[in-house]
Nanobody, 127 residues
Framework: QVELMESGGDSVQAGGSLRLSCVAGANYAYTTGRYCMGWFRQAQGKGREGVAAITTNTGSTYYHDSVKGRFTITQDKAKNTIYLQMSNLKPEDTAMYYC?????????????????YGQGTQVTVSS
């Protein structure tokens, strides 16, 4: 089973920035055939939506339209870690953010295929 550990969630004011981190356990990618890591979020009372994804073998990145130009996903392969740099945060970005890994990128530009999620880290943006 893949282990994912998120960190970096916090409460900030609108216009602020945060960086989320996610470390994948040792049994990731090459032993499990998972080549996508990414972030999903779920606001209270709403469904989970994909925010950003990166293919770990090619470095290709994918973003939800609502975060393009504000969020950047990067990876440090040596550390099995991905980051989500979030800038110009808006109140509508408030949600629990989940790190995820899957076998590839699906039709919605998010990780898909036997997706495993972390426990989540809370991001709260006040106006």
């Amino acid at each position: 089973q893949v282990e994912l550990m998120e960190s970096g969630g916090d409460s900030v004011q609108a216009g602020g920035s945060l960086r989320l981190s996610c470390v994948a356990g040792a049994n990731y990618a090459y032993t499990t055939g998972r080549y996508c890591m990414g972030w999903f979020r779920q606001a209270q009372g709403k469904g989970r939506e994909g925010v950003a994804a990166i293919t770990t073998n090619t470095g290709s990145t994918y973003y939800h339209d609502s975060v393009k130009g504000r969020f950047t996903i990067t990876q440090d392969k040596a550390k099995n870690t991905i980051y989500l740099q979030m800038s110009n945060l808006k109140p509508e970005d408030t949600a629990m953010y989940y790190c995820a890994t899957g076998r590839g990128v699906g039709s919605t530009n998010t990780c898909a295929g036997d997706v495993v999620y972390g426990q989540g880290t809370q991001v709260t943006v006040s106006s």
